[in-house]
Nanobody, 124 residues
Framework: QVQLVESGGGLVQTGGSLRLSCVAS????????MGWFRQVPGKEREFVVA????????YYLGSVKGRFTISRDNAKNTVYLQMNSLKPEDTAVYYC?????????????????WGQGTQVTVSS
């Protein structure tokens, strides 16, 4: 069992930055791929970015590539999402997820464990 706790969300102006963190419980963190998804009311949860257990391979949603960076520290059981040049369309609840990538990284079915979410609001 893995429990995930996100932090770092908040309100920021267009062009600003935020850094989300997700701390995982348990000793198997380094075995899991980690992903960030986001969701706005009335829409399906959307893949944002993922990173493989070793941290070598990463996968990004096209619209965030070059602005967002995912990283992980397996010694601290933590995955980070650095978000720069934020836009109003980035406004959403951001969820951290852990799982085993059996197919494409953006497939929500790959992720067995989810955090409670953290709100990110970008004002125009």
């Amino acid at each position: 069992q893995v429990q995930l706790v996100e932090s770092g969300g908040g309100l920021v102006q267009t062009g600003g930055s935020l850094r989300l963190s997700c701390v995982a419980s348990g000793r198997t963190f380094s075995s899991y791929a980690m992903g960030w998804f986001r969701q706005v009311p009335g829409k399906e949860r959307e893949f944002v970015v993922a990173i493989r257990p070793s941290g070598v391979s990463t996968y990004y949603l096209g619209s965030v590539k070059g602005r967002f960076t995912i990283s992980r520290d397996n010694a601290k059981n933590t995955v980070y999402l650095q978000m720069n040049s934020l836009k109003p369309e980035d406004t959403a609840v951001y969820y951290c997820a852990a799982g085993l990538l059996r197919n494409s990284a953006d497939n929500v079915q790959n992720y067995a464990y989810w955090g409670q979410g953290t709100q990110v609001t970008v004002s125009s």
